[in-house]
């Protein structure tokens, strides 16, 4: 049997769409808990680089489907009898790195305290793309590569904004 037949019998729509939905909610319920975010980023003193507020939540979507494709790729991996818990719970621990971040940064208006937990996350993100590589490859650690370096840009994007808008 060829390689596309397997994974065609090998995909899992329920698994799939709940990896999907899992990272695609967290956003959702953090933006309806803070709905004044939009208001609050365009209230700020930016730097020159700083993208508009439109460009969030495109980009984050798109994040969180790759997150969730990346995760349902490792997850499957049970199925073949492959020990992928601890890649899955170093995952989760950045969804909620991740979920927490809005949090501090516009509920609390902590811009220092978001740009040190940013950097945990971007840890967490990076331990999580090194144990999907163990468990399922490169394909799966590469659908990670786009939120890595968006945690780069938005934690200089936050540093600056720690600089203008608190010191």
């Given at each position: 049997m060829?390689?596309?037949m397997?994974?065609?019998?090998n995909?899992?729509l329920?698994?799939?769409?709940?990896a999907?939905l899992?990272?695609?909610s967290?956003g959702?319920?953090?933006?309806i808990?803070?709905?004044?975010?939009k208001?609050?980023?365009?209230s700020?003193?930016?730097p020159f680089f700083?993208?508009?507020?439109?460009?969030?939540?495109?980009?984050w979507?798109?994040l969180?489907?790759l997150m969730?494709?990346a995760s349902?790729k490792?997850?499957i991996?049970?199925?073949?009898?492959?020990?992928?818990?601890?890649?899955?719970f170093?995952?989760?621990?950045?969804l909620?790195?991740?979920?927490l971040w809005p949090?501090?940064?516009?509920?609390?208006r902590?811009y220092?305290?978001a740009f040190i937990?940013l950097?945990i996350?971007?840890?967490?993100v990076?331990?999580?793309t090194i144990r999907?590589y163990q468990?399922?490859?490169?394909?799966t650690?590469?659908?990670?590569?786009p939120y890595?370096?968006?945690?780069?840009?938005?934690?200089?994007?936050n540093?600056?904004l720690?600089?203008?808008n608190?010191?």
């Open positions: 060829s390689n596309k397997q994974s065609k019998k995909f899992k329920i698994p799939f769409i709940t999907l899992i990272p695609i967290l959702l319920i953090v933006s808990f803070i709905p004044n975010m208001s609050l980023y365009e700020l003193q930016k700083a993208p508009p507020s439109i460009a969030f939540p495109i980009v979507t798109i969180y489907i969730g494709i349902y490792v997850y991996k049970k199925y073949e009898n492959i020990d992928v818990s601890s890649a899955i170093v995952y989760e621990i950045q909620l790195l991740n979920i949090i501090i940064f516009f509920s609390f902590l220092g305290l937990e950097f996350l971007f840890i967490f990076i331990l999580t999907f468990k399922a490859g490169i394909k650690a590469l659908l990670l590569t890595i370096f968006w945690l780069i840009y938005a934690g200089v994007l540093f600056y720690w600089m203008l608190e010191m």
